[in-house]
């Protein structure tokens, strides 16, 4: 007789009725009502529920304007255009990590001319930007880009006073100071509890903000840059020569205003669980969590096992408890090592603290 299939990781996946992280899976039926019926529709990007966003997203950050762009990738290379532009300086320093570097085919360059400076150590790719880090740079910069809170180190997140060093040593050199805040909606409660600074207070470090509404939120798409009003106008431009002004972007635009509004509020609640559920996982024999301090609901959590071994127990976990955890690792530091992404969220927010320690006692290899 045949052996039976085995399913897919997908398979297995859609069969399992809990989530060990994040919100769980996205369909059209949730993403279509995040579209108010009522939405005031944009033209080229003007207007309608595009403004609306772009005016609440100024309010919340404390600053002069905003501006809807399609994606993050357009939006940053853009800021940072303009900045480089107005300093006359093509040199731009981000940390060896950034999503500039690893995940938009050297776009940077490509389009735009700019010329890459590391803020840390390549040999080092785990360590975060510091102080130190950013005195051994020599060249004149036309930008600074900070990366709050820094997702492929596990959600890191500097101190707030390592924070106003690392912009202070920026304004000193005349370097604008630009963040890439695709999560910053996750690195509020951090600032709030540990400094008592607010979302306003974390932006007016910064000349510019990039936030996305997907990442964390749980939107369609899109993202937001904000600054003061003459940057604007001049990113407003790079929108267009980059092709983000298609005919209406409101599908886009009232997904973000919902979740913005719904759910900003709720990563306060994620960040604790996410520090609890962090100070669980230690005690667990072959898991390590990175960083060493979880100041936001990402962390990463890192398994001494081999890819195989992970996969064998990824699929115990789902057919045991139906409870589907991860797909692949974020990145295989070995033969014997894997770390895996891990972000409290909705569907995190379904399972108790004690159920979620069993699953990954039991991905640990340890029996339950």
């Known amino acids: 007789m045949p052996r039976a299939r085995q399913l897919t990781m997908d398979e297995l996946r859609d069969q399992c009725t809990a989530y060990l992280g994040g919100d769980g899976p996205r369909d059209t039926t949730s993403l279509l009502a995040q579209i108010p019926v009522t939405t005031v529709m944009d033209v080229y990007g003007t207007g309608g529920v595009v403004e609306e ?21 357009m939006a940053q290379q853009a800021t940072l255009r303009v900045h480089a532009d107005r300093r006359g300086r093509a040199s731009v320093a981000f940390h060896p990590l950034s999503h500039l570097r690893t995940h938009e085919e050297n776009a940077f360059v490509r389009l735009h001319g700019l010329r890459e400076v590391l803020a840390g150590s390549r040999f080092e790719p785990l360590a975060p930007v510091s102080t130190a880090s950013l005195e051994e740079i020599k060249e004149p910069l036309g930008a600074l880009l900070l990366e709050l809170p820094q997702r492929d180190i596990g959600g890191y997140l500097p101190t707030w006073r390592e924070l106003e060093a690392q912009v202070q040593w920026a304004r000193e050199r005349g370097a604008a100071v ?14 709030a509890a540990s400094a008592k600074k607010s979302l306003a207070d974390v932006a007016a470090l910064f000349d510019t903000i990039y936030v996305s509404f997907y990442k964390g939120l749980g939107g369609i798409s899109g993202s937001c840059v904000a ?3 003459d940057v604007i106008d001049e990113l407003s431009l790079w929108r267009t020569r980059h092709g983000g002004r298609p005919y209406m972007l409101w599908p886009y635009a009232a997904s973000a205003l919902t979740v913005l509004r719904e759910r900003r509020n709720d ?13 669980e996982l230690r005690a667990i024999e072959g898991l390590d969590v990175l960083p060493d301090e979880v100041k936001s609901p990402l962390m990463h959590v890192r398994f001494g096992a081999t890819k195989a071994q992970m996969e064998t127990r990824v699929r115990a976990l789902a057919q045991s408890r139906g409870i589907w955890s991860f797909a692949r690792p974020f990145v295989s530091e070995g033969t014997r090592l894997q770390r895996y992404e891990f972000q409290v969220g909705r569907a995190s927010m379904e399972l108790r603290l004690d159920q979620i320690v ?9 029996d339950v």
């Open 358 to 366: 069993e699953a990954f006692t039991q991905l640990a290899g340890h």
């Open 227 to 229: 600054g003061d009003a």
């Open 178 to 191: 630009h963040m890439d805040g695709a999560r910053l909606w996750e690195a509020a409660p951090y600032y």
């Open 267 to 279: 990563m306060a609640k994620y960040y604790r669980r996410a520090r609890a559920l962090a100070k």
């Open 53 to 73: 966003l772009e005016g609440e997203v100024a309010e919340l950050l404390g600053k002069e304007r905003a501006l809807f762009l399609p994606t993050g990738i």
